[in-house]
């Protein structure tokens, strides 16, 4: 049906689900609709739950796992990704992918 390639079976059976049979999971305290059960999870979890996740090292706090590892990286570990066609230098990866989609 696509292009899509997984590693793991559990993958492509998300995928499948998600793009080709058009399965979701509505929120039954809101409107949100997800299209795979973990992103219904984190929903609920950050905004019916009010699960955060403090920095240990400043008072940053989070709503989501992802997004403290995120910050950690950096602004506490340096981790940068440097264009390699410009001198451009990000802080997250997909700011990488959208300043070369933009600029180059």
Do not use: M, W
């Not at 949100?32 to 059960?37: L, R, S």
């Not at 989501?64 to 950690?72: D, F, P, T, V, W």
């Not at 570990?77 to 802080?91: F, L, M, Q």
């Amino acid at each position: 049906q696509c292009d899509f390639i997984a590693a793991h079976a559990k993958t492509l059976k998300r995928h499948k689900e998600s793009k080709h049979e058009g399965v979701r999971y509505p929120c039954d305290q809101c409107d949100y609709i997800a299209a795979q059960a973990r992103n219904l999870k984190r929903h609920k979890e950050s905004k019916h739950e009010g699960v955060r996740y403090p920095c240990d090292q400043c008072d940053y706090i989070a709503a989501q796992a992802r997004n403290l590892k995120r910050h950690k990286e950096s602004k506490h570990e340096g981790v940068r990704y440097p264009c390699d066609k410009c001198e451009h230098i990000a802080t997250r990866a997909e700011h990488l992918k959208a300043h070369k989609e933009r600029k180059h």
